[in-house]
């Protein structure tokens, strides 16, 4: 069910790939650990799937697209509750053992064989329409801040504050359907600085030399993740000269944005003119990055991407998933940003930091 084409390695890694990259950043396993037993942090992890399974139930039984959805639903929920505790048995089951790159596309790969395409398609729709009525308010109250540094807290603060609009985390998917989400409420209400990795400052210093010539952002989520937090920023970005590339998924995965979502939303926000609220978009390009999951191995990229990428001078990769879950420590041949929110304990744990903790960790080039 991937992209169509061939995917290739994303050309700013460093080289050699193999010894130099390694997409999971939570080890589950160790080389010494019995490899017909599960480890205690497997088991975690597996814990977690399993505990996400209604809500993606709840989702799927109401996908109106899908005839029987109800019964599909169902088997969805015994099928992959299966398979989770089938790696409980054995880990090397399943094509094992389990990570969090396997353990998402198996769980996809259940939906779409029972006919689910796009199960939180209507929720992303409703968020995308909210956060596009709202972008405007958002892009003028940045623009009123005259300071430099202070404008770029501000729109750091927006990134965190959309990034938590995310139904792949059963605790927030939960807090969501119960009573939604104030994206301003929640820009106020982040935890305080210093975050658990926080080098903001060190980013501040080389913002305000403005350097980077094209940026590679690596988007997360549909609503306000992407329309209010990462779209202000890319429009700043775009204001002080850089050409900006937003890589979107091939496919639909939670409620993660995808290539022809993220086409339709800039070509509702962009005036007539092509502008974003009065700055020039022409040098904004939007790449369908060749990933179908919430978290990303990027020795598995679209060929267009990789062209785009190959002159970048600045990589982000913004979520939970593609930013922390993997890619936290994977170290660049340009400068990296990885930026995103806490989520799941299991993480918060990992990092030694708090639940909904924030994560901003920059790394300039390496040679």
């Known amino acids: 069910m991937e992209s169509a084409s061939e995917l290739v ?3 700013l890694l460093l080289t050699p790939i193999d010894l130099n990259y390694r997409a999971c950043t939570i080890p589950y396993r160790f080389p010494s650990d019995n490899p017909r037993k599960p480890t205690p942090t497997e088991l975690s992890w597996i814990d977690l799937f399993y505990n996400s399974i209604p809500s993606f139930k709840k989702r799927a039984e109401s996908d109106t697209s899908v005839p029987d959805a109800a019964s599909r639903a169902e088997k969805f929920a015994e099928r992959y509750a299966e398979i989770l505790e089938d790696f409980k048995k054995d880990p090397e089951s399943h094509g094992g053992p389990p990570d969090c790159i396997l353990l998402c596309r198996l769980r996809e790969q259940v939906l779409r064989e029972l006919g689910f395409r796009d199960i939180f398609k209507k929720v992303k729709d409703e968020e995308n329409a909210k956060a596009i009525s709202l972008f405007a ?14 404008r770029l807290d501000n729109l750091v603060r927006g990134i965190f504050a959309g990034n938590i609009f995310d139904l792949g985390s059963a605790q927030l998917a939960e807090v969501f359907s119960n009573d939604g989400m104030s994206f301003l409420a929640s820009c106020q209400n982040l935890v305080p600085r210093p975050w658990v990795i926080d080098d903001l400052d060190t980013f501040k210093m080389k913002w305000s030399k403005k350097p980077w010539k094209k940026v590679i952002i690596f988007v997360d989520n549909s609503g306000a993740d ?3 937090g990462i779209l202000p920023f890319a429009r700043e970005l775009l204001q002080r000269g850089s050409v ?8 639909p995965s939670i409620n993660d944005v995808t290539y022809p979502e993220l086409v339709e939303i800039i070509s509702k926000l962009k005036d007539d003119e092509g502008k974003l609220q009065g700055v020039d978009a022409s040098n904004l390009l939007i790449a369908n990055s060749g990933n179908d999951l919430p978290v990303i191995d990027l020795r598995r990229v679209s060929q267009e991407l990789a062209y785009l990428a190959s002159d970048a001078d600045l990589v982000i990769l913004e979520g939970m998933g593609r930013g922390i879950e993997t890619n936290l420590y994977v170290q660049f041949k340009c400068d990296s940003l990885k930026i995103g929110m806490v989520k799941h304990p299991e993480v918060a744990q990992f990092l030694g930091g708090r639940l909904y903790d924030c994560v901003f960790k920059y790394n300039e080039a390496c040679s």
């Open 226 to 228: 992407i329309i209010l």
């Open 137 to 150: 308010d958002v892009v003028h109250l940045n623009d009123a801040i005259e300071d430099e540094g202070k």
């Open 244 to 251: 900006v590339v937003l890589a979107a998924n091939d496919l």
């Open 9 to 11: 390695e994303f050309p």
